[in-house]
Each structure stands twice: as structure tokens, then as C-alpha cells.
């Protein structure tokens, strides 16, 4: 029986900070949001999984390095070779990234400093769980903040299909490559993008354009079955 509001977990680390308004986001849109807290083996039953920004373990290391060593990151790995749905956000993009969930890897920003503003963004895919309400060539504008979010490849082709958001010419706000702003995995079940929808989900904070991508998610939570998993 499809769920008509999906429960989603938010995965929480040390140093998390966004994990409280990607819930109150996504519950504003009709998903039932689950806390689940880095030491947790398994993710219960949900239809969606969320990686919200942050400083996972103080960004030692690297950014999110350590972070995908973390328990619930195992049960996030075989969530999505399940084909669920898995979406990381700024921090989040960085741990799936490490943990080789996506392709590519995040460094320091060109600037060498922290950026945090308004971006305008072009979709590039939106046959995707995360872009399903967009148009292909869409403008969005949804705020960054990072001091590493500048995606490199060794094999920039390779990944070419698999681009769904990129940086507008001239207001690209790192230095990623090809301004990549977001990827999906090859079976296009799992995305990290730098900027923050869940900061762009109502007009009184500048743009509402955010919900676009965690529409979409909900969206597409609400047609999966809750994954089980084990205790």
C-alpha cells in the first residue's frame, strides 16, 4: 500500500546542522521526516533517505572522510543498491561522494574562503526522482554555503549523462568543474547537489525554487514501497 505521506529518514552525524530544516521542509510537503542518528544499523521503514548539511565529524580529514565509515552509512549503502531513494546535500553530496556512492569528489572552493549566497542554477535533467517537477533547462535560484564544494572528476566525459544541475555561466561559486552543481549515480537513484533546497521552500526566504528538487523527492517517495531492513 503506497504511503501518502512517505517516511524519510534524515541521517544525523556529529556536526550535522541542517537536519532540522530539511525535516521541517520536507514534512511541509507532505513527508513524514525520521531522524535516524549516525550509530543506527538500520534505517526502519522509509521510502526515501536524506543526507542534510553540515560538519560531519568537524570535517577532519576531509569533508565527510569520516562520516562514511559511520554505522548508518552501511544501511544507507544497501538502501540504495535496492534502488532507494537517496539524496545528499552539501555535506551530504561530500560523504556519499567519499563513500563512493557518486562519482567525483568535492575540494576547497577556488576562493580558499566560505561561500554562502544565491545561486542560479540550470537543469539539465529532469527525468530523475529529484527532478521530476522541473523542465529540462529550467533556472532555479537556491542559496550554497560551503567551503568545499568545488566537484572534480579524473574522468569529466565519463560523467557527462549524469549531470542534473549545473552553476549559470558567470555565477559558478567554487570553481567546480563544467559547473557541475549536482550528479546522480548511474542508475540514477542517488544524487548530491552543493546548494540547499530545504533553505528555498518559501517565498520569505528569497526564493522558493527548493521545492522543486524536495517536491520531486516526496514525489517519488510516495510511489516506492518502505524499504524493510534489518534490525
Known amino acids: 500500500m503506497r504511503r501518502s505521506s512517505p517516511r524519510i529518514a534524515i541521517i544525523v552525524f556529529p556536526g550535522s546542522n541542517d537536519e532540522r530544516d530539511a525535516a521541517c521542509a520536507l514534512r511541509a510537503l507532505g513527508a513524514e521526516p525520521r531522524l535516524v542518528w549516525h550509530a543506527e544499523r538500520a534505517l526502519g521503514d522509509v521510502s526515501a533517505v536524506v543526507l542534510p548539511g553540515g560538519f560531519s565529524y568537524g570535517d577532519y580529514l576531509r569533508a565527510g572522510a569520516i562520516a562514511r565509515f559511520s554505522p548508518a552509512m552501511g544501511a544507507v549503502r544497501d538502501f540504495a543498491a535496492s534502488g532507494g531513494i537517496v539524496l545528499g546535500i552539501c555535506n551530504g553530496f561530500q560523504i556519499l561522494c567519499e563513500a563512493g556512492l557518486l562519482p567525483g569528489a568535492l575540494r576547497p572552493n577556488a576562493s580558499l574562503s566560505f561561500v554562502c549566497r544565491d545561486v542560479s542554477l540550470r537543469v539539465e535533467r529532469a527525468d530523475t526522482p529529484f527532478t521530476a517537477r522541473c523542465r529540462p533547462g529550467q533556472a532555479l535560484t537556491i542559496p550554497v554555503k560551503h567551503g568545499e564544494g568545488s566537484f ?39 544524487m548530491g547537489l552543493m546548494p540547499h533546497p530545504e533553505h528555498a521552500v518559501d517565498t520569505l526566504l528569497g526564493s522558493a525554487d527548493g521545492v522543486f528538487i524536495l517536491g520531486s523527492l516526496v514525489d517519488a517517495a510516495c510511489e516506492r514501497e518502505p524499504a524493510p531492513t534489518a534490525a
Open 152 to 190: 572534480v572528476l579524473e574522468d569529466g566525459a565519463a560523467c557527462a549523462e549524469q549531470v542534473v544541475l549545473r552553476y549559470e555561466a558567470g555565477d559558478n561559486p567554487n570553481g567546480a568543474f563544467d559547473d557541475i552543481a549536482a550528479v546522480v549515480n548511474g542508475k540514477g537513484n542517488v
